[in-house]
């Protein structure tokens, strides 16, 4: 019934209500549209749950802007995976998660603020630390009596620490904010706007909003919260995967390298939408390892009555059980098994509309890792570039195998419904002189 529950209205059925239930048990998940997190105790933690404008910023401007943000976005990943990747001449065990926190922060960094903001050790730390001390603190007060958290959370030491980021955060968002609001007003129409994701929020914020540096502030690390880590997991998940399959290796470098070659050596648009196999292994290693075994979390705030008689009562909060479904072989051949270019295969087979919902960024009814509906995940166009980019550049540039010659992946780790990668394990790294 899910293709008939997401055509109702929120007044009816709310991703929000089911976000802001507190009487849930939080877990640690945090997804780009983040209709994946079980519940977030989201005043008791200092995450910006609902936000309008930002929506519209990442549906508005960032998405319809990646061709052109393109180079920008390219320039960052291999500059970062240069400062940050060693040397490599011989096989060097190296932990990707901390490597790929950083890159990541840096590339997301430079949409979100700037190249100058986005190479600041201070934000850069800021960034990444700030999604694991909010979500900590929204788990952490879960642990009390609902009568308790409004006289407790102050007290507990993830929520403070939550809150001293937040101005550590504000004393270097402020003062940019300040700075374009004055040069904006000096500059009349000659002024040339920056254009990142603070400009944004800025040109479509009220004057209130704008001047309001607190909520700048909140928006900026709203949108690291919803980026960086999640789009770490799936570069992680990948190398998870590509690791001990080298079977794979080959094939996507040399994609790779034929798919340049006929777009003069440049990543683009429409180099992203060649390299098919790349994409195809992504998605399967997404469906193979989702961020969250169910999905489609929402509460029900009127009575509904489905047109199959089930019955819907107000109050209650529903889940779609998405990993099954995604590993039921009613729904695709050999579910249970890992084929990494199975989704381009059926894009070869099919063609238009069909095609593409064999995507990476596809979301239906039977693959909904990036959610399901109008509130499916805004971002996932602009993490599917990232995690593409990087990909690709580890791929042609560097040789990859497990540790110890092995040949099965880390295990996941299972925290309540959500799956995450081993992220204290190390892989195997050789500069590819080719």
């Keep these: ?22 009487r849930i048990r939080a877990v640690y998940c945090p997804v780009s549209s983040s209709l994946h997190i079980q519940s977030l105790a989201a005043k008791y933690s200092t995450i910006l749950v609902e936000s309008p404008l930002r929506i519209h910023v990442v549906k508005a401007d960032l998405t319809p802007q990646l061709a052109t943000l393109m180079p920008e ?38 949409i979100f603020v700037g190249e100058e903001t986005c190479r600041n050790e201070e934000w850069m730390g800021i960034s990444i630390d700030y999604t694991n001390v909010a979500f900590a603190a929204s788990f ?33 968002i402020g003062p940019l904010v300040s700075r374009r609001i004055k040069a904006e007003a000096e500059g009349g129409k000659d002024y040339q706007k920056p254009n990142d994701s603070l400009q944004w929020l800025m040109d479509r914020a009220t004057e209130t909003e704008r001047r309001d540096l607190d909520k700048m502030t909140r928006e900026q690390l709203s949108l690291s919260l919803a980026a960086i880590h999640t789009t770490t997991m799936g570069v992680l998940q990948a190398l998870n995967e590509l690791a001990p399959r080298p079977e794979y ?7 790779l390298r034929t798919v340049l070659n006929q777009n003069d050596g440049v990543f683009t648009k429409r180099t992203m939408e060649q390299l098919k196999k790349l994409d195809s292994f992504m998605k399967e290693c997404n469906r193979m390892n989702p961020v969250t075994v169910a999905s489609f979390r929402r509460k029900i705030l009127r009575d509904v009555t489905l047109s199959d008689g089930t019955q819907l009562r107000a109050g209650t909060v529903l889940l779609a059980p998405s990993d099954a479904i995604a590993h039921d072989d009613k729904h695709l051949q050999s579910a249970s098994t890992f ?22 960024v596809a979301v239906s009814d039977k693959a909904m890792q990036f959610g399901y509906g109008r509130h499916a995940c805004p971002g996932r166009f ?44 190390e892989f195997m790294f050789k500069r590819n002189q080719a």
């Design 1 to 22: 019934m899910l293709d008939e529950l997401r055509k109702l209205p929120d007044s009816t059925i709310s991703a929000v209500e089911a976000l802001e239930e507190v």
């Design 140 to 172: 952490g007060i879960k642990k009390w009596h609902p009568q308790l958290r409004p006289f407790v959370y102050r007290f507990l030491s993830d929520y403070r620490r939550a809150v001293q980021l937040g101005i550590d955060a504000k004393r270097i």
């Design 73 to 110: 976005i390219v320039d960052e990943v291999q500059s970062a995976l240069s400062d940050e990747m060693p040397i490599c001449k011989d096989w060097t065990a190296i932990n990707a998660n901390n490597v790929l926190l950083r890159v990541i922060a840096r590339v997301s960094g430079r």
């Design 339 to 360: 084929d990494g270019f199975r989704w381009a295969r059926m894009r070869e087979e099919h063609s238009g509309l069909q095609a593409g919902r064999e995507q990476y």
């Design 382 to 425: 602009f993490a599917a570039n990232e995690i593409k980019i990087i990909l690709a550049n580890l791929l042609l540039n560097y040789e990859i195998k497990m540790l110890d010659g092995a040949h099965e992946r880390y295990p996941n780790q299972l925290w309540d419904s959500n799956l995450m990668p081993d992220r204290t394990k």
């Design 249 to 255: 290796i080959q094939p996507l470098r040399e994609e």
